[in-house]
């Protein structure tokens, strides 16, 4: 390969001849091998594997606070069950509760309709500081702190809403872990992971699962 | 400029580079992990710290694993301490061989009692046999060896970098949620006193 021999060419006008002139051009393959192993070696180097990612979760120190829920006015109920599923009830749990179905792609339709008011500050928060930087990186670094602050009280306002997730024993790690994935796409600061079911849920889940 | 024709012909020479490259690029394989585990998906970027931490893992049977990951404190012997520490709680000896191996190895997937024969076996999927046949470092009420380890770690690493080391829960997608909850449970207690930590998952592609 280190010589090419391209007397093929040059001797095919000539009909008959057996042995083609041989010609003098040979073609110095050095550069390609040189590029090859170049190209080699830079992508050895500079190829990342990916890294599994994590997800920051600080769970609150009692979870048994659910009794803060008669005061907030905009709360949902997720209890996490079998077979991927989720039964909610909004606000609090009384006698004409209406227990809905969902699972985790309609779920999030339900928590951004709770929680429209403050998805629509977030929003426009975010419209704002987006121009404001302007593509800035220096500005965007300055003013990233500042805008987290503010996206966390509007995630603490009153009207804002909050979840009570409830998974029962049938529940998977992953389904939590769907479930909490959820609250930060719907801009849901709020948000309680208890085990302490009421007696009415209780009931309506042994009816639920019983009859599946 | 005419080239004169090469004294020595490289052909072969650059053939077998490209061979030998093509051979192990398809032949390495990555060191298998200790515990195979089927993480669940999610939309955080956030990456997964290298450097001391106290790494749990819960595997799809439940069975939990305990692992310190040292990075700049190697020198420190967080790992020995943790080792000398628990080696008295509970009266069970290690030979000097068995303390060295502990502090290379990774994950610790066997009650106390069995470490030292889980330290003995030769390699990495003996390991995985021996560990299995144990059932992970046990976290019941009666036997809660996950409690001693994490205090153990948390009081040692304390006494050399006098902060709390970041804890990493890394968990199968498909194992009971009540089987994390109890370890959860275990990392709040006070004398564990774990509120904060980090959960591994898989990144999520985007726009589902």
């Given amino acids: ?38 190209l080699l070696t830079f992508f050895i180097l500079t190829t990342t594997m990916s890294k599994p990612t994590t997800m920051q979760l600080t769970f609150p120190v009692d979870p048994d606070d659910t009794s803060k829920v008669t005061k907030v006015n905009n709360a949902v109920t997720l209890i996490l069950t079998k077979d991927d599923e989720i039964l909610y009830y909004l606000d609090e749990l009384k006698a004409e509760t209406v227990f809905q179905k969902a699972d985790y792609k309609s779920i999030r339709k339900v928590i951004q309709e709770r929680n429209m008011p403050a998805i629509q500050k977030i929003n426009e928060l975010t419209k704002q500081f987006n121009k404001q930087v302007g593509g800035d990186k220096e500005k965007f670094k300055q003013l990233e702190p500042q805008y987290k602050q503010m996206v966390d009280s509007i995630k603490g306002l009153k009207e804002s809403v909050f979840c009570i997730i409830k998974p029962d024993e049938h529940a998977k790690y992953r389904n939590m872990i769907d479930i909490v994935d959820e609250m930060d796409i719907c801009g849901v600061g709020k948000y309680a992971v208890s085990d302490k079911f009421a007696e009415a849920e209780l009931e309506y889940l042994k009816n639920y699962l019983g009859g599946k | 400029m005419p080239k004169s024709s090469p004294a020595l012909d490289m052909t072969p020479m650059v053939d077998l580079a490209f061979l030998l490259v093509t051979f192990f690029m398809l032949t390495a394989q990555f060191k298998p992990e200790e515990v195979p585990v089927d993480t669940p998906s999610s939309q955080s970027t956030m990456e997964v710290p290298k450097d001391d931490i106290l790494f749990i893992t819960i595997d799809t049977a439940g069975r939990v694993t305990w692992d310190f990951k040292q990075g700049k404190t190697k020198q420190l012997g967080v790992r020995d301490a943790v080792l000398a520490s628990m080696s008295t709680k509970y009266n069970v000896t290690f030979t000097e061989e068995q303390k060295e191996k502990f502090t290379k190895l990774s994950g610790i997937a066997v009650p106390i009692e069995n470490l030292a024969g889980f330290l003995d076996q030769q390699g990495g999927d003996q390991r995985k046999a021996y560990a299995e046949k144990y059932k992970g470092v046990p976290y019941d009420s009666l036997n809660n060896q996950l409690k001693e380890w994490l205090v153990a770690t948390r009081v040692e690493y304390y006494a050399v970098a006098n902060a709390q080391p970041t804890v990493v829960l890394k968990a199968d997608g498909n194992v009971d949620y009540s089987v994390v909850n109890d370890v959860i449970k275990i990392f709040q207690t006070d004398e564990v006193g774990i509120n904060r930590f980090k959960m591994v998952t898989d990144l999520e592609k985007s726009g589902l």
């Fill in chain 1, 1 to 38: 390969m280190a010589s090419v021999d391209t007397g093929g060419d040059s001797g095919g006008g000539k009909k008959g001849k057996k042995r083609a002139k041989k010609s003098s051009t040979h073609i110095d393959m050095t550069p390609m091998v040189d590029l090859a192993f170049l």
